[in-house]
C-alpha cells in the first residue's frame, strides 16, 4: 500500500478532503501518520476521528530549528513513507529535511506559481488586480515554492472580493486538487512540468 504522511499545524480542511477521498477509494493510498506542530491543531481532532495514529512534535521544546527537524525527520522516516504531504504545515523546513525526503515532499500553495511565493498571497493578487487566482501543488526544494508544479486551481478574482472571500474560494479549489494531485504520484502519472495540468473552480450558483 502507498504510505501518506500528512504534517499539519492548523485546520486540516486538506487534510480531512484527503482522508475522504482516500475512504471513498478516489485515493489508493494510507495515511501512516499525522504529525503537528502545534498540540492544539484541529486537525489533529479529523484524523483521530478517522483512526489514523497522531504524533505531536512541538516546535517550542527545540532549541532551535535543525534540533526540531532532525526529530521530525527521524518520526518521518520511521513510516517509511511513499510520499510526505504538508498540508497547512506553518514552517519553513531545514534544507537537510527536504533534501532526505526529495521527490516524495509536497506542498500546496495558494497561488498560481510561480506567481506570489511567500506569504500573503491573496493580498498580492488583489492589489495587483490579477482576474485569476488559485493554488498550486508542488514538489518541496530547498529554495522556497519553487518546486516542481503538479496541479494548478483556478479561481476567479471578482470585483467585490476582499481576501477572505478570495481565499474562502481558493480554499474550495485546494480541496479538489490536493487529493488529485496525491492521486496522480500513485500512479505515478507522468507530469508536465513546463506546463501543469489547470483545474478550474465550477461557478458558484
Ligand atoms: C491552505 O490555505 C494552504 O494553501 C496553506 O495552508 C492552508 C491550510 O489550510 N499551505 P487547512 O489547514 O488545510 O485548512
Redesign the pocket.
Known amino acids: 500500500m502507498f504510505k501518506l504522511v500528512v504534517l ?9 478532503k484527503i482522508i475522504e477521498q482516500i475512504e471513498t477509494g478516489a485515493i489508493n493510498a494510507e495515511i501512516s501518520a499525522v504529525i503537528s506542530n502545534r498540540p492544539d491543531a484541529y ?1 489533529l481532532k479529523r484524523a483521530q476521528q478517522a483512526n489514523i495514529p497522531t504524533v505531536v512534535l512541538d516546535h517550542t521544546q527545540f532549541a532551535d530549528r535543525e534540533a526540531f527537524d532532525q526529530s521530525l525527520a527521524q518520526i518521518v522516516d520511521s513510516y517509511n513513507p511513499n510520499l510526505v504531504v ?5 514552517r519553513i523546513l531545514s534544507d537537510s529535511f527536504v533534501e532526505q525526503f526529495s521527490n516524495r515532499l509536497i ?4 497561488s498560481l506559481l510561480p506567481r506570489y511565493k511567500g506569504l500573503h498571497t491573496h493580498k498580492r493578487a488583489l492589489e495587483d488586480k490579477q482576474q485569476e487566482h488559485g ?1 498550486s501543488v508542488h514538489f518541496v526544494i530547498p529554495e522556497l515554492d519553487a518546486g516542481t508544479v503538479i496541479l494548478q486551481g483556478v479561481v476567479p478574482v471578482k470585483v467585490n472580493d476582499t481576501e477572505e472571500t478570495l ?1 474562502e474560494r ?2 474550495k479549489i ?1 480541496h479538489i486538487i490536493y487529493p488529485k494531485a496525491i492521486q496522480w504520484l500513485v500512479e505515478e502519472r507522468e507530469l508536465s512540468p513546463e506546463k501543469p495540468v489547470k483545474v478550474f473552480l465550477e461557478e458558484e450558483s
Open positions: 499539519i499545524s492548523g485546520n486540516g480542511s486538506n487534510l480531512q486537525g504538508l498540508a497547512g504545515f506553518m506542498n500546496i500553495h495558494p493554488a481565499a481558493v480554499h485546494e
